[in-house]
């Protein structure tokens, strides 16, 4: 009998752009479908991270200081009791710095 349940994994991030890169993996690699995964960020405050990378790198001066590094980033993805190590490992290999269940 196949275990049907679902579960709920959460994972953080120090950036948006490896936020977003969890993501488009749960999503491609894994068939994982959008509206079973959610992004938030881990305080009150709009925030692209703790750190800058990508868009929120000026690369002539440094650090650009417009972007909200005000926390973390959260992915939450609803999915198969099945598929749980798999996903763990996922968001682990894309640069989470924290992987909880629930």
Request: net charge negative; glycine share 6%.
């Amino acid at each position: 009998m196949a275990d049907d349940s679902t579960t709920t994994i959460r994972a953080r991030f120090e950036t948006r752009a490896a936020a977003d890169r969890a993501v488009e993996h749960l999503v491609q690699q894994y068939r994982v479908a959008r509206p079973d995964i959610f992004v938030q960020s881990t305080t009150s405050k709009n925030t692209a991270g703790t750190a800058p990378s990508g868009g929120d790198v000026d690369h002539e001066d440094g650090d650009r200081h417009d972007a909200p590094l005000e926390g973390q980033i959260e992915v939450s993805v609803d999915i198969a009791a099945a598929q749980l190590d798999t996903v763990q490992r996922s968001l682990s290999e894309t640069g989470a710095v924290e992987v909880s269940r629930g």
